[in-house]
């Protein structure tokens, strides 16, 4: 497996909290991907990043925010977290558009209970 | 915006029954990946295919991307309880964003 390490891996936390989950890889691939999964929608791009403060959103984007200062950390946060973020959050990682490096490797996920 | 959607969301088998599991997108992809995930576990990258009609084998796994490059299927033969598991696809647009668009998924069980 890829070098993708997610933190934390499990987290409960109430309504209305920060909350910051982190992805750090040891590859030096160029793209991260943030994506929740959920039962029924498959997995959904929240935000991605193209290179250190290079980033976009994804089609579920409203609610949470990302950063990227240095190429290996890519850092999603809920401002404010609400119960419809209860999820399992997936980082991803890949190389570049060509080929084989648009190739995604994902980190192994944080599950996120808002209560 | 684009859509990819896969059928059957859901699918039970017998060990050693076929499996197939079909993709479709709203638009034309430049290409198209499958990932494989296990329960409980994340999704892992099967294989890209890029060409109009190509079609790829994994022992008994077949992969084909339609003449049009909006289709895709998966099939296997001869199921094993090692198959379980949630089956991806992922579109690219052709724009070479690096942004991929996955389908819903088909959970797959299989009964020994």
């Known amino acids: 497996d890829a070098g993708i390490t997610q933190s934390p891996r499990h987290k409960v936390t109430e309504t209305g909290t920060p909350v910051t989950l982190r992805c750090h890889q040891t590859?030096?691939?160029?793209?991260m991907y943030w994506y929740r999964q959920d039962p029924g929608h498959g997995l959904r791009l929240i935000h991605y990043s193209y290179g250190v403060k290079d980033t976009d959103k994804g089609e579920v984007s409203d609610g949470y925010s990302v950063s990227r200062s240095k190429t290996e950390d890519f850092l999603l946060t809920l401002e404010s977290a609400t119960s419809s973020q209860t999820s399992v959050y997936f980082c991803a990682i890949s190389g570049g558009t060509s080929g084989g490096e648009n190739i995604q490797y994902f980190g192994a996920g944080t599950r996120l209970s808002v209560l | 915006g684009q859509q990819v959607m896969q059928i059957p969301q859901y699918q039970h088998v017998q060990e050693g029954e076929d499996f197939t599991t079909y993709c479709n997108s709203s638009t034309t992809l430049s290409n198209i990946q499958w990932y494989k995930q296990r329960p409980g576990g994340h999704p892992v990258f099967l294989i890209q295919?890029?060409?109009?009609?190509e079609v790829k084998k994994q022992k008994r796994l077949t992969f084909q991307f339609g003449e049009a490059k909006k289709n895709s299927s998966l099939h296997i033969t001869a199921t094993q309880t090692t198959d379980v598991g949630t089956y991806f696809c992922?579109?690219?647009?052709?724009?070479?964003?690096?942004?991929?668009?996955f389908g819903q998924g088909t959970t797959l069980q299989v009964k020994p």
């Open positions: 295919l890029v060409k109009s009609g």
């Open positions: 590859e030096n691939h160029r793209y």
């Open positions: 992922a579109g690219e647009g052709s724009s070479n964003t690096g942004k991929l668009i």
